[in-house]
């Protein structure tokens, strides 16, 4: 079942600007991560927040987590064309459990 | 990371005929797989579990007897889909889990036509 709910679903911006992507989920994690995806193409982690963390950041990309609110956000500073991709958060309940994948934002970065 | 390979990467099928995908988890010994189905411009599915050496677990609405799963071995899992449709045509990514985390294959886009 799907968890995860990735607002907005599209976004197009202007190189250089910053890109905010929003997922909600619904029950308790363990732990939230972003992932990127090319058109057609696998899937890149990006990045992980346990549950007991509030912010990461890591190169451009700033990730917050609110559990109060069960909700998380993926920011892109200065995004590049080559940042032009899909963006899914993923939640994990446990941890042996699957990751449970959000809707997605297409993000589209025009030069 | 640990690596996940997927074979084929893509596969076109005659409607009818059956199509078997490898996942092969290389660096080190897994005894669960994930297997998640995607549909164009649309999110990741979990289809089902795999366990090695045990019958998977399928998510609710995933035809048992339509998409197979073996285990057979701690590197490998297979799904295979049966007398595939048109609908069937997806992208199906497998995973593998190492502690706690998660790597995925590449992919493999099956067109049933």
């Known amino acids: 079942s799907q968890q995860g709910e990735e607002d907005p679903q599209a976004l197009s911006i202007q190189e250089g600007e910053n890109a905010t992507m929003n997922c909600s989920y619904k029950?308790?994690?363990?732990?939230l991560q972003w992932y990127r995806q090319n058109s057609g193409r696998g899937l890149v982690h990006l990045i992980l927040?346990?549950?007991?963390?509030r912010e990461k950041h890591s190169g451009r990309l700033r990730v917050t987590l609110d559990t109060s609110k069960k909700s998380s956000s993926l920011l892109i500073t200065a995004s590049r064309a080559a940042d032009t991709a899909s963006y899914f958060c993923?939640?994990?309940?446990?941890?042996?459990?699957?990751?449970?994948f959000g809707k997605g934002t297409r993000l589209s970065v025009i030069a | 990371g640990a690596v996940v390979s997927q074979h084929p990467s893509r596969v076109i099928c005659k409607s009818g005929t059956s199509v078997k995908i490898e996942c092969r988890s290389l660096d080190f010994q897994a005894t669960t797989m994930f297997w998640y189905r995607q549909f164009p411009k649309k999110s990741l599915m979990l289809m089902a579990t795999s366990n090695e050496g045990s019958k998977a677990t399928y998510e609710q609405g995933v035809e048992k007897d339509k998409f197979l799963i073996n285990h057979a071995s701690l590197t490998l899992s297979t799904l295979t889909v049966t007398s595939a449709h048109p609908e069937d045509s997806s992208f199906y990514i497998c995973?593998?889990?190492?502690?706690?985390?998660?790597?995925f294959g590449p992919g493999t886009r099956l067109t049933v036509l």
């Open positions: 927040i346990r549950s007991n963390e």
């Open positions: 993923a939640t994990r309940n446990s941890g042996n459990t699957p990751l449970v």
């Open positions: 995973s593998n889990l190492h502690g706690n985390e998660q790597f």
């Open positions: 029950t308790s994690i363990n732990n």
